[in-house]
Structure formats: C-alpha cells, structure tokens
C-alpha cells in the first residue's frame, strides 16, 4: 500500500482535518462507483415532521408499505419510539430489478419529545401510510409560593 506523507504545518491546524475530508470523499468515491450501493441515499426511516399547538405534540410519520399490524408505537421517558416492519412484495414471478431504491425489514426510530408528555393520554391513527401520534402535554406544575420564617 502506498502512502502519502504529508508535512505537518504548525500555522495550519486545519491542515489535517482538510486531509481527511480529501480522503473521505476519495473513499466514498470508490464506493459509490460499487454496484451493490450505487444510488444509495443515507436518511432517517422512516421520514417524520413533529408540530405543536398549545395543548399537544403531533409526530406524523410517512410508512408507505407498511401494515398497522407490523407497526410499533411506544413513549418511555419522554422518548417516542415507533418500530415496524416492511415487508417486501412477494410474487412467483421471476423478476430482474433495474433499480431498487425501496428498503425492506425492520426499522426503528426514537426522538427526544421537546415537552414532557401525559402518557396516559397519547392517542396514534394511522391512515395512507401516515402514522400520526398525538402527545398531549402534561399540565405544567403550578408554583408554590414558600413562607418565610423570621430564624
């Protein structure tokens, strides 16, 4: 293996990091060229967006190919988590694939919930391959105004 020695330059410190971002885009260069990951695109599945309104945090997430019954929703510390499963087409026919750009098996994605969340109340529906979980917003705790006492 041949190896590049590159000069160290005190006046530079991003001297080296340049370097490594020259090599890593040489190397994900080779890979791309690789046929079994060609076209590959690197995204959080499934794609979500969260909203809030005054009362609640909606986590809507798009799982087309999915069935409700392979489908996973649980909130633990704040923590949502929706895992599943999608399960590819099966058919008898013989088929060649000229591109396959959809992912099969099993998934799982968490996300750190901005408001703390009445557990007892979250609802989810599912509908077009939309998964749509409502976290209603635990009461906020009301101040307690503390006496105090001439010592």
Known sequence: MLMNLIKWDRSD???SLTHIQREMSDLLDILSSTPQIE???NVEFPPIIVSAN???VFVRAEL???????LDVQVVDDVLTIRGERKPVVTTAKITYLRRERNYGTFARSLMLPEKTDVEKVT???????LTVKLPKAAAAKPKQVVIKKA
């Open 39 to 41: 076209g590959y695109v």
């Open 124 to 130: 989810a529906s599912y509908k077009n391959g939309v």
């Open 13 to 15: 410190p991003l001297n």
């Open 54 to 56: 005054e009362d609640s």
């Open 64 to 70: 087309p190919g999915v069935r409700i019954s392979d």
